[in-house]
T-cell receptor
Framework: GNSVTQMEGPVTLSEEAFLTINCTYTATGYPSLFWYVQYPGEGLQLLLKATKADDKGSNKGFEATYRKETTSFHLEKGSVQVSDSAVYFC?????????????FGTGTLLAVQP | DAGITQSPRHKVTETGTPVTLRCHQTENHRYMYWYRQDPGHGLRLIHYSYGVKDTDKGEVSDGYSVSRSKTEDFLLTLESATSSQTSVYFCAIKGLAGTDTQYFGPGTRLTVL
């Protein structure tokens, strides 16, 4: 079945460092891919998405490119801030029918130190 | 803001008691979902609904039931709570027709003693 694998955390960086969080997926067909962010004590917020191969999603300085050849959707940011500290989830939309169930990775905790 | 509220936000209960969690949305979305979040598992789908009285099981549905008697409310019931159901529960809605993006509520933290 479909699945998502993302790098385990925690990832600890200094402010202004470059961030990469790896995400790979297994899927039949052509799923949409997402990154969600969860700040402490809150629900999940959509960070960015991509719906087809070679699409790049971007938001708030974060980017991820849908790579079908490597089945990857790595999250990157050029210069992280303390306010980026959160848990990041990679997910795919199971496009079997209209229900669009989401399948999530296990989450990666990012801690940014001043 | 997708207009999703969950109640209660926190609940502590004892093993064997019934528990109902409520998800309420204000924007008339057809699709609604219940997930649970556990360390090392990310979020996993419990049940979902594709319309009033139309529901189906997700990946981890054992021990849970759902009901949707009106568009705006999606209820999750634990008939007899167990300690393994201690978790954070999130409700989600699917956005506009033709998109597959889901938007999440603030979550309910449930502790079963």
């Amino acid at each position: 079945g479909n699945s998502v694998t993302q790098m385990e955390g925690p990832v600890t960086l200094s402010e202004e460092a470059f961030l990469t969080i790896n995400c790979t997926y297994t899927a039949t067909g052509y799923p949409s891919l997402f990154w969600y962010v969860q700040y402490p004590g809150e629900g999940l917020q959509l960070l960015l998405k991509a719906t087809k191969a070679d699409d790049k999603g971007s938001n708030k300085g974060f980017e991820a490119t849908y790579r079908k050849e490597t089945t990857s959707f790595h999250l990157e940011k050029g210069s992280v801030q303390v306010s980026d500290s959160a848990v990041y989830f990679c997910a795919l939309s199971d496009n079997g029918g209209a229900t669009n169930k989401l399948i999530f990775g296990t989450g990666t905790l990012l801690a940014v130190q001043p | 803001d997708a207009g999703i509220t969950q109640s209660p936000r926190h609940k502590v209960t004892e093993t064997g008691t019934p528990v109902t969690l409520r998800c309420h949305q204000t924007e008339n979305h057809r699709y609604m979902y219940w997930y649970r979040q556990d360390p090392g598992h990310g979020l996993r789908l419990i049940h979902y609904s594709y319309g009033v009285k139309d529901t189906d099981k997700g990946e981890v549905s054992d021990g849970y039931s759902v009901s949707r008697s009106k568009t705006e409310d999606f209820l999750l019931t634990l008939e007899s709570a167990t300690s393994s159901q201690t978790s954070v529960y999130f409700c989600a809605i699917k956005g506009l027709a033709g998109t597959d993006t889901q938007y999440f509520g603030p979550g309910t933290r449930l502790t079963v003693l």
